[in-house]
């Protein structure tokens, strides 16, 4: 007890920290869909190349996150997050100049790969810091960057419209900002003795289910996360588009309305994990997936005014399962937490990116509003959560 109150200070320091650095991670990724409106137009994209982008992007986060997690997990890199933000960095200023849809394509490549190594690292580090209450610590560091992500659009409308696309180089002093951050962590991850390969091999030992259990465990988690983020990808992605084409908004007020979704979001992530933390992650897992089907199932016939007040309800339900099922998937397989985040993070950014490609190709064949009539029926897969074994009842003391 007075171990965990004497290191306090140091935790909610390191944890604020990762937190910030999330924040300006992802408000740098969250300018790549951000100015979709400026590329389709300046350079005469389809939605279908708009989906391409996100695919690239995602695509490329996903396939090597899993693997620089399962990596660190046995040989522990401290100074690998500020090296991961150059890629970002690097990523920025070529979307900022690039001549032609190829190159933008090489952007998005590198801006995926800059998250790839930021996630599972930063995400163990905000383990490390929780003092024992992990649902707290992945939602503190999930906020920051659902917040980043909700800044893109923002940011577009008023400064990078008015600017131009080259004024994206201006970010660069966040990614800047986020590489000197990150290096004190690195320092701080190092002194404190959690670069050990020891580590590794000491948590892993721990696991009340069968090898069969965790992976069917596993396997529903994957496809919650699969509803989850291609409907999220069918926002992010087109909800700026739909807003303009469905009811003749300007793009300003658009990608406001893209903002006002993407703020619920950080609202309910913020929740997400205390309440796991409390009632049980299982809980919030079904309460999130399943609860948010019958708004996403009146968006699609809403007017203006309801389509703005139902994606509120909606970032806010299901932006609460992303906290919890990371923290019940790391329950699931101790001692495997850059693994584990790295797996989900890149399915999610995975699932994302084929979501928008093929929504993009089928938005290009139907319409617009089609796509959100076919996506409404996603949240269905939540029910898979009742095959979700009770990890927490049988880990819980008596």
């Known amino acids: 007890m007075t171990a965990r109150s ?7 320091s390191v944890l604020g920290a990762v937190s910030l650095c999330h924040l300006l991670n992802d408000t740098i990724q969250s300018l790549l869909p951000a100015i979709y409106p400026i590329l389709k137009s300046g350079f005469d994209l389809s939605f279908s190349q708009i989906g391409l982008l996100t695919l690239t992007y995602q695509i490329t986060a996903s396939l090597l996150q899993p693997m620089i997690g399962l990596y660190t997990d046995r040989n522990p890199q401290p100074y690998s997050l500020p090296f991961g933000m150059g890629f970002t960095l690097l990523g920025l200023l070529v979307l900022s100049v690039a001549p032609s849809f190829p190159v933008l394509v090489a952007a998005a490549a590198l801006l995926g790969v800059g998250t790839s190594i930021f996630h599972p690292e930063s995400s163990r580090l905000a383990r490390l810091a929780s003092g024992g209450r992990h649902g707290l610590a992945q939602s503190v560091f999930q906020v920051g960057g659902n917040f980043g992500q909700s800044m893109g659009p923002l940011l577009v409308a008023f400064f990078i419209l008015p600017r131009g696309r080259d004024s994206l180089a201006w970010f ?17 991850y190092k002194n404190n003795g959690h670069a050990e390969r020891h580590h590794y091999r000491i948590a892993r030992r721990h696991s009340d289910l069968s090898r069969r259990q965790v992976t069917a465990a596993i396997g529903v988690l994957l496809v919650l996360i699969f509803s989850k983020y ?44 205390p309440i796991g933390d409390r009632f049980g992650r299982k809980r919030v897992i079904w309460g999130s997936i399943v609860g948010v089907l019958p708004f996403t199932l009146a968006l699609p016939y809403a007017d203006l005014t309801g389509t703005i007040l139902l994606s509120i309800v909606i970032g806010l339900v ?11 998937a790391q329950d699931l397989l ?24 093929v929504l993009g190709a089928l938005a290009d064949h139907t319409s617009i509003e089609f796509v959100y009539s076919v996506c409404a029926y996603l949240p269905l897969l939540g029910l898979m959560t009742v095959l979700l074994p009770n990890v927490e009842d049988a880990r819980r003391p008596s």
């Open 6 to 12: 004497g290191a306090e200070p140091v935790t909610v």
């Open 172 to 188: 660069a002093i966040l990614a800047l900002g986020a590489m000197a951050i990150l290096t004190v962590l690195g320092r701080w």
């Open 230 to 273: 291609v409907y999220l990808s069918s926002i992010t992605s087109y909800y700026v588009f739909y807003l303009m084409h469905h009811f003749q908004l300007p793009t300003q007020e658009a990608q406001v309305c893209l903002f006002i979704f993407l703020a619920s979001a950080a609202v309910g992530t913020v929740a997400g994990g």
């Open 318 to 328: 299901l932006s609460s399962a992303f906290s919890a099922i990371v923290v019940y």
């Open 334 to 357: 101790p001692g495997r937490v850059g693994m584990v985040s790295g797996l989900f993070f890149g399915f999610a950014f995975g699932m994302a990116g084929i979501g928008a490609g």
